[in-house]
T-cell receptor
């Protein structure tokens, strides 16, 4: 039972363009959502988060959008840079249930 | 650098053996989490400790156990190892419980032969 789904295993974009990574969830109790980036041989690095009381959160080139009715969130990276090439994980948690549930990740490749 | 330290980086051992993975959380973080990442799988939550007490359990096998010590470092003990236990084991820490990002270490790669 996969509660957090990233349906695109990979995504390729050109440098300077927008990267859009998508994530769907099934558990309506989730109220906190995060995106992590992971390079090979390293642990996941926190990028950006959003609480369910918001529908958008922005931090520099990274913006996360949350659509609660559709149980969908997305991460926009503008402009994309070759250094953004990594695996991106979507994660969610529910109230007092402190553990994060992760998706399987999307490999983003930004081509120069 | 996340500030979370995991040792060892790599571990190769035989089936049936027992190993201990160690994690030092970021300074000031009271919560420690353990995750397992197997091939083609996402990060699977194993167990969480907060200030020395177990707070949540995920898909952790009975052969696995963990603890958090008074100095807040944590150890994950894996026993009676099987080939299928080969995976990356990540430790993460956060400053509080709930609605705060987890900061991950670089993981321990366990290979069971």
């Amino acid at each position: 039972d996969q509660q957090v789904k990233q349906n695109s295993p990979s995504l390729s974009v050109q440098e300077g363009r927008i990267s859009i990574l998508n994530c769907d969830y099934t558990n309506s109790m989730f109220d906190y959502f995060l995106w992590y980036k992971k390079y090979p041989a390293e642990g996941p690095t926190f990028l950006i988060s959003i609480s369910s009381i918001k529908d958008k959160n922005e931090d520099g080139r990274f913006t996360v959008f949350l659509n609660k009715s559709a149980k969908h969130l997305s991460l926009h990276i503008v402009p994309s840079q070759p250094g953004d090439s990594a695996v991106y994980f979507c994660a969610a948690s529910a109230g007092s249930n402190y553990k994060l549930t992760f998706g399987k990740g999307t490999l983003l490749t930004v081509n120069p | 650098d996340s500030g979370v330290t995991q040792t060892p980086k790599h571990l190769i051992t035989a089936t049936g053996q027992r190993v201990t993975l160690r994690c030092s959380p970021r300074s000031g973080d009271l919560s420690v989490y353990w995750y397992q990442q197997s091939l083609d799988q996402g990060l699977q939550f194993l167990i969480q400790y907060y200030n020395g007490e177990e707070r949540a359990k995920g898909n952790i096998l009975e052969r696995f156990s963990a603890q958090q010590f008074p100095d807040l470092h944590s150890e994950l003990n894996l026993s009676s190892l099987e080939l299928g236990d080969s995976a990356l084991y990540f430790c993460a820490s956060s400053e509080r419980q709930g609605n705060s990002p987890l900061h991950f270490g670089n993981g321990t790669r366990l290979t069971v032969t």
